[in-house]
Nanobody, 127 residues
Framework: QVQLVESGGGLVQAGGSLRLSCAAS????????MGWFRQAPGKDREFVAA????????YYADSVKGRFTISRDNAKNTMYLQMNSLKPEDTAVYYC????????????????????WGQGTQVTASS
């Protein structure tokens, strides 16, 4: 079992920045690939960014590429999402997720590839 807890969400003006954290417990953090997803009101949950077990490989949705940065600190059992130049369309509940049985360099973008999910943190970018 893995427990994931997101933090760092909040209200920010368009153009501002936030950093989300995802703290993991229950299993060796470096054994799972990680990802961020988001769900806006009235929309399906969508992929945002992913990072491999080692942290060497990352992948981003086109909508956030160049503005968001995913990272992880395996020594602290924590993953991060630095969000810059936020836009109103980034407003959503952001979820972190953990997936197992992937290689050290795999990045995963599909929800079904992740076995564990956090409860989410609200991010609101006002215009």
């Amino acid at each position: 079992q893995v427990q994931l807890v997101e933090s760092g969400g909040g209200l920010v003006q368009a153009g501002g920045s936030l950093r989300l954290s995802c703290a993991a417990s229950g299993r060796t953090f470096s054994t799972y690939a990680m990802g961020w997803f988001r769900q806006a009101p009235g929309k399906d949950r969508e992929f945002v960014a992913a990072i491999s077990r080692s942290g060497d490989n990352t992948y981003y949705a086109d909508s956030v590429k160049g503005r968001f940065t995913i990272s992880r600190d395996n020594a602290k059992n924590t993953m991060y999402l630095q969000m810059n130049s936020l836009k109103p369309e980034d407003t959503a509940v952001y979820y972190c997720a953990a997936g197992f049985r992937y290689s050290d360099t795999d990045v995963r973008t599909r929800q079904y590839e992740y076995a564990y999910w956090g409860q989410g943190t609200q991010v609101t970018a006002s215009s």
